[in-house]
């Protein structure tokens, strides 16, 4: 079975432009979350959503970040204007009944 | 928000064992978690315990849970240079859904 399967694996970007990362869950599953990992805060949750719908977007940092879920086996997470503070690893997960979550290799953004 | 404390690096000599400590927030917390990332990687789960148990052993993994305390513990017996990875505890906390709660990390290094 493929895992969860995110897109870029690396993005490089000025500031300014916009960035769109996107992630496939594992299928099946109805949990899908978004976290960003940096070294200074370690793995922070943006975003999740429950059968599509955001549940806790509480952790997305400001109205720069957008996350939609259009359909059980897609989602995006966009920034708009990006920003040097950005730059990070963000990771999909997804998640069935079990709460285990699975997550994807990563998408890397560097903004300069 | 409350923060899940582990140490941030462990060095240990191949065969002898490791021990990574945690120290997490919510003492109603269901499940707690211990995930590894390699260089370049998503996070693996490697072993969860249920807040009704104190301890669980999984072939070289032990997990030790003090709930009075809210501390938890992983012991790898044993250790291995391919061990070597950061190690994450996490919480799901009664109040989040499926999302989990991670602390920064710990870098275990593992020399022969």
């Known amino acids: 079975d493929a895992g969860v399967i995110q897109s870029p694996r690396h993005e490089v970007t000025e500031m300014g432009q916009e960035v769109t990362l996107r992630c496939k869950p594992i299928?099946?599953?109805?949990?899908l979350f978004w976290y960003r990992q940096t070294m200074m805060r370690g793995l922070e949750l943006l975003i999740y959503?429950?059968?599509?719908?955001?549940?806790?977007d509480s952790g997305m940092p400001e109205d720069r970040f957008s996350a939609k879920m259009p359909n059980a086996s897609f989602s995006t997470l966009k920034i708009q204007p990006s920003e040097p503070r950005d730059s990070a690893v963000y990771f999909c997960?997804?998640?069935?009944?079990?709460?285990?979550?699975?997550f994807g290799e990563g998408s890397r953004l560097t903004v300069l | 928000g409350e923060d899940v404390e582990q140490s941030l690096f462990l060095s240990v000599r191949e065969g002898d064992s490791s021990v990574i400590n945690c120290t997490y927030t919510?003492?109603?917390?269901?499940?707690l978690y211990w995930y590894k990332q390699e260089p370049g990687a998503g996070l693996q789960l490697l072993t969860y315990?249920?807040?009704?148990?104190d301890m669980k052993q999984d072939q070289r993994l032990t997990v030790l849970l003090n709930k009075k305390d809210k501390h938890l513990s992983l012991r790898i017996a044993d250790t291995q240079t391919g061990d070597s990875a950061i190690y994450f505890c996490?919480?799901?906390?009664?109040?989040?859904?499926?999302?989990?709660?991670f602390g920064k990390g710990t870098s275990l290094l593992v020399t022969p």
């Open positions: 959503f429950n059968n599509n719908v955001p549940i806790d």
């Open positions: 315990i249920f807040s009704n148990m």
């Open positions: 996490a919480e799901r906390r009664s109040n989040s859904g499926y999302a989990l709660n």
């Open positions: 997960a997804s998640s069935h009944l079990t709460g285990e979550l699975f």
């Open positions: 919510d003492s109603s917390s269901t499940y």
């Open positions: 299928s099946g599953h109805n949990s």
